[in-house]
């Protein structure tokens, strides 16, 4: 799950959502803010909605924040050497996917782990006015492309299932230039991810 500095309502409230669902076996939260730590006020919060959910289910929730030294959209993606599953849900704080639709995403991923699934499509265009049409330039669709053509080029990984291995992959195997990118960017993560899962599988 990503955090968002400016965002701990939404963070609050993810948290909570996802600590519901029966087969989670932990939460954790990517902060890759060192100069602001998470608050005490808001640790306490979210460990509180932690702790009620594993009051409900058959098994106690774990909630760990994994704090980082450097403000990167590559953290989201860095190995977690204490996991205790295969299956990482990776989730920005923003999205909220009901629990009935992960229970099928999950059962969907465990029948291929080798692949994504995963929740937000997108639509790129190639632009209509090119200097060089030999060198076509891409303009980014977003949803509203999505839903008004009812067709998509790509599915985002800010929402979705993944098997652990692949955050070794692209954090210590993946070409260097493509993580610079997205340093220098801030921004096609997900995208790298993507093409990732795609070129292994």
Not at 79 to 103: K, W
Not at 138 to 144: K, P, T, V
């Amino acid at each position: 799950m990503q955090k968002s500095v400016q965002r701990p309502d939404l963070l609050k409230k993810s948290a909570q959502h996802y600590s519901s669902w029966p087969r989670v076996d932990a939460i954790r939260i990517v902060w890759s803010e060192s100069r602001e730590p998470p608050k005490d006020s808001l640790v306490s919060d979210l460990f509180s909605y932690v702790e009620s959910a594993s009051r409900k289910s058959t098994h106690m929730i774990k909630l760990k924040i994994d704090m980082h030294d450097e403000d990167n959209l590559n953290t989201r993606f860095k190995p977690i050497n204490d996991l205790d599953t295969n299956a990482i849900f990776s989730v920005d704080d923003d999205v909220l996917v009901p629990c009935d639709i992960l229970v099928f995403a999950f059962t969907l991923w465990t029948s291929a782990q080798d692949s994504m699934v995963r929740f937000v499509p997108r639509m790129h265009w190639i632009q209509s006015e090119m200097q060089d049409a030999s060198f076509p330039r891409y303009i980014y669709g977003g949803w509203w492309s999505v839903w008004w053509m009812g067709t998509y080029s790509m599915v985002l990984s800010k929402c979705a299932f993944l098997h652990q291995k692949y955050l070794d992959l692209y954090t210590d195997h993946m070409p260097v230039q493509i993580r610079d990118y997205v340093t220098h960017k801030r921004n096609c993560e997900d995208i790298a991810m993507s093409f990732l899962v795609a070129n292994a599988t």
